[in-house]
């Protein structure tokens, strides 16, 4: 029998658990193929004793609806950086890729199939580039991967965040206020500029495009002036003003980034001190952007991620990343796909067609 290990590692995401099941339900048609999990990243692996699970078809049954992953994970396992609390409280970060390499190697796997967002191909490429027999599958809310068209999870984070808009649209015009929403995406704007065309905001404020404050004030007059207005703002948690900076950034030992937040805040603050008289209110939606059931489009992407990623192991085509390009289900090299990252160009014509729409970037 041949052995496959899958295991997600970074921030969780919507279709983790249909990447997983799509693998091991394309293995399981070959019959010489075995399915493992590995726990919480390549902790599994680090731990003693090893925490693998074989994905039989009861593990994997119906596992495509939920969010999360049943093989959990970590942005703290970096094996190239990885976290060491000290006895002192600090914490040290020391590379076990060749320790981590060992062990694989040791375990006779036939295949690695490594689900994740950015950190988690630089680590699949580093892993190959030692001799490991390994696949990437992107991932993540974000959708800052350029090798791939969309990463699945995406569109449901623009769902979850858009029916959030709403709701937010009834109140705000029923008081007659500003309302600002804050949605994921670290240094990409996508979720925040889609959810603000699919909702109809008045203003968007991403990472790519740093604001004028004045500006956005005196939309926000226009909009009261012709009336008893109320506008909406969706505000991306990496947004910057063009002057000052507002990142609310709070360090967690052991983790591969600054964590971001609060920026809606802030934009509330900046906006009454630059004379903004309406009334503000503002929400975080936070993680609610990456729990639960992945929207159908994520269920297929995500699959088919996973089928075309056991095919590519079958094949022995390894230190490959799938990708979804010109609606196709294709792969790329993980060194392509760790290249550069995928940010809103201001010139792309889904900004164009938002400032068409009149909604304000505040540049
Ligand atoms: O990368 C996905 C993401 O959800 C970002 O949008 C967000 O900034 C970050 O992860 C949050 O990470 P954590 O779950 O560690 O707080």
Redesign the pocket.
Known sequence: MKKLLILTG??DCPGLNAVIRGVAKRARKEKDWEVFGCIEGFNGVFNSPHELIKLTSTKTAGIHVRGGTILKTT?KANPINFPVLQSDGTTKYIDRSDELVERLKSLNFDAIINIG?DGSQKISKALYNKGIPIIGVPK???NDLSATDITFGFHTAVQIATDSFDKLVTTAESHHRVMIMEV???DAGWIALYSAIAGGAEICLIPEIPYDVRKLVKRIETRYRRGRGFVNIVIA?GAKPKEGTITAAAGEKG?E?V??GGVAYQLSKQLKDAGCKAEIRETVLG?VQ?GGSPIAFDRILATLFGVKAFELAKEKKFGNMVAFKNNQITYVTLEEATKQPNFVSKDLYLVQAAKGLNITFGD
């Open positions: 970074g921030g942005n967002g993540t809310i974000d994921m995406g670290r948690e983790s980034h964590r971001l993680h990456r």
